[in-house]
């Protein structure tokens, strides 16, 4: 963790210090974050809760009511959505499935070692699963938390993810109602509730003609994130920033295709498996 001064240093003591009694008075008493422990106790670990609360300090410049208060909606709204059910317990129609991929490649530079491929372009004959708002909201939440399993909140070259959007058959851009209303949900939840966890985002095939629909979609989305962003008219360029991708149509150094390197069996954290316990029991009794 990195402090340019002594302000944002009190600003992150203070939220950890505060933290128990904001839970307790503010969450319902609800502290799981990411599938971690934020108090202390079994499966707790004071590392890792410390990185995640400094990730809202830093999403908000180290103002401490702002990140105090984003924190505490955000454990208000897991206890209610449920993300770990969404990525570890719920079925989600095999379209989505299909493509929704997630990457683990060690060696690559820092911060790009987990990648999620949306691979929206296949969906062009799909519109239907755009549809149900908040079944595609649980699908793509449920494939974000898969994504956070694979990180390591102990290691500063792999706590944030990248992502890649896939827009290969995309030939024209109609104002699909439900596509605009997932997309805006998605952006809204990931800007307040998942801060600081993107590395980087490439936009790849995207055809010149459609470069337009970037600057209309990018007006949801705040500055610090846009700067995370990069667009490539020709998807073969996506192996000059990440190495290990599969050298058939993304252009890296692999020879396997996407599909054998999708990591299909993500381990949920040992809290998360006490969470899901505690909850079939309760539910038994
Ligand atoms: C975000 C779908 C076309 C640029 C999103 C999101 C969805 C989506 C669901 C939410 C964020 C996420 O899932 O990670 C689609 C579909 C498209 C399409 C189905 C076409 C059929 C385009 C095109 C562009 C574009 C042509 C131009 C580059 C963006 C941008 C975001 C976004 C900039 C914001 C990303 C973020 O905040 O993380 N899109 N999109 N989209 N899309 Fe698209």
Partial sequence: MKFSNDLEKKTFSKLAEQLPSLIEKKCHGYDELYGYKLLPGEHYKETIAHALIYKFCKAYK?????AASTLCDTLNWRREFDPLSAAFSERHDEILNSV???????????????????LYGALVQHKEVFQDVNKFLRYRIGLMERSIALLDFDDETNNSVAQVHDYDGVSMWKTDKHI??????VIAVFQKHYPELLSVKLFINVPSLLTWVYDVVKKFVSEETRQKFIVLNDGTKLGEYMHSAPSKLYGGNSKETLEAQNVKEVRPTDYTLYLFEKKVSADVE
């Fill in 100 to 118: 929704g991929i997630l990457t683990s490649y060690p060696k690559d530079e820092a911060n790009k070692k987990v990648v999620t491929w949306n």
């Fill in 62 to 66: 180290f103002q401490y009511e702002e």
């Fill in 180 to 185: 605009k209303q997932c997309t805006k949900q």
